[in-house]
């Protein structure tokens, strides 16, 4: 996954993962996805859900914020945004689903 052509998504998790002395099985184990699936994600080859993308975070130890972004809190995202993120990790799979269909339903709307 390429965000603005220049984040690596996949490479930061493999990275992360690496750092915490974990193989790709433990995490997709972790995580409840196959190790070739997470192989394809970690080389940016395959999609992931939002929710799979949760997961890996709380099994890294880190939130969305730190997977996704480089720059300070600050700089980026307002109080609110923050609190969002950081709520998002304690909804169940439903939950984050709903939460995907009402933002991109709020997406429509503009």
Do not use: W
Not at 43 to 54: G, I, M, Q, W
Not at 55 to 70: H, N, P, R, S, V
Not at 84 to 97: G, R, Y
């Amino acid at each position: 996954m390429n965000v603005g052509g220049t984040m690596n998504v996949g490479g930061k998790i493999k990275e992360l993962r690496k750092e915490r002395n974990m193989t790709a099985s433990q995490l997709a184990d972790m995580v409840g996805i196959t190790r070739a699936h997470l192989s394809g994600v970690e080389n940016n080859l395959k999609p992931v859900s939002f929710s799979t993308l949760n997961k890996i975070c709380e099994a890294l130890g880190i939130t969305m914020y730190d997977l996704f972004c480089q720059d300070s809190p600050d700089d980026i995202l307002t109080k609110e945004q923050k609190d969002l993120l950081e709520a998002s990790k304690h909804l169940t799979d439903t939950q984050m689903k709903k939460l995907s269909k009402f933002l991109d339903s709020l997406k429509s709307e503009d």
